[in-house]
């Protein structure tokens, strides 16, 4: 797995709390295959979540085991490609 810079990784999580605002994710029924081979990281607070975003190749998928109403899976669209 590609290290990530701590910065890019709020400012993912960051637009990640920002679908949630302005976007539609789609809430998953169960969690997608092989999540756990792109990279992936805990949130910080800061960025407005706290569960867990993973960089799949197309598709960012972000889960939050414990926080109603987002808590689950959720496809959370493509980055847009200033995060890309």
């Known amino acids: ?5 701590t910065s890019r990784k709020f400012a993912i999580s960051s637009w990640v709390n920002d679908q949630f605002e302005t976007a539609a994710p789609r ?3 169960q969690r997608p295959r092989d ?4 990279p992936h990281w805990k949130s910080d607070p800061g960025s407005g979540v706290t569960g ?3 960089l799949a190749e197309r598709i960012v998928y972000y889960y939050a085991p414990d ?3 987002r808590s689950g899976w959720w496809n959370m669209g493509r980055l847009p490609s200033d995060l890309r």
Not at 1 to 5: N, Q
Not at 35 to 38: E, G, P
């Open 52 to 54: 867990e975003v993973h």
């Open 27 to 29: 809430e998953l029924r």
């Open 35 to 38: 999540v756990d081979d792109h």
């Open 67 to 69: 926080t109603p109403p």
């Open 1 to 5: 797995m590609a290290s990530i810079p």
